[in-house]
């Protein structure tokens, strides 16, 4: 249906994690790089890529059938969040904390200096749904302690994602080179 050439990659990423490497690929062919090297930028971003997020109610989850209301009930009492990845491309709750302080110091930035120490290059994007000051704070404590990463934000997951997961959330994604 469609002429020239057509590459398939499994980025085992979610949407936001998808535009992120998109966004990569398109800055490559603007800055006229040759088809193997924008396939090559693809293959890696792919390979090289994670998404984290966590919400600060569970009451959409609860509505959408995903949590019973006595774990939304009890998590929601314990403002407890989970936290959510994506692991071999299905979204999987990995770790739950009381805090965001938490998520972010140990969950987020940890995470993300490890990957700094294997990488040349870290794109990060930070997703934040009413949660501004939060996306603010997870800029400034990587900034810190990164200096080959490259950050940019956004507040738009989706409609599916939105249905299933409310407006009150962030979250990360991250591809390396």
């Known amino acids: 249906m469609v002429?020239?050439?057509i590459h398939i990659f499994d980025s085992k990423v979610a949407a936001y994690g998808v535009e992120l490497i998109v966004m990569k690929v398109i800055d490559a062919i603007n800055q006229n790089k040759s088809n193997e090297e924008?396939?090559?930028k693809a293959q890696t971003l792919s390979?090289?890529?994670h998404v984290l997020f966590t919400l600060t109610t569970l009451d959409h989850v609860v509505r959408g059938g995903r949590v019973s209301r006595v774990a939304g009930l009890i998590g929601n009492?314990?403002?407890i969040k989970p936290v959510i990845e994506m692991v071999e491309g299905k979204l999987e709750v990995t770790k739950k904390s009381r805090t965001n302080k938490k998520i972010i110091d140990k969950f987020i930035v940890e995470d993300l200096v490890e990957q700094s120490l294997k990488h040349k290059?870290?794109?990060l994007r930070i997703i934040s749904l009413n949660q501004k000051e939060i996306a603010l704070e997870i800029e400034n404590k990587?900034?810190?302690r990164i200096s080959n990463i490259e950050i940019t934000h956004t507040d738009y997951i989706g409609p599916?994602?939105?249905y299933h997961l409310g407006d009150e959330g962030y979250g990360i994604t991250w591809?390396?080179?």
């Open 142 to 144: 990587v900034k810190e």
């Open 38 to 40: 924008v396939i090559e």
């Open 3 to 5: 002429e020239g050439n």
């Open 77 to 79: 009492t314990l403002k």
């Open 121 to 123: 290059q870290l794109y």
């Open 160 to 162: 599916v994602f939105s």
């Open 47 to 49: 390979m090289n890529s």
């Open 175 to 177: 591809s390396a080179e």
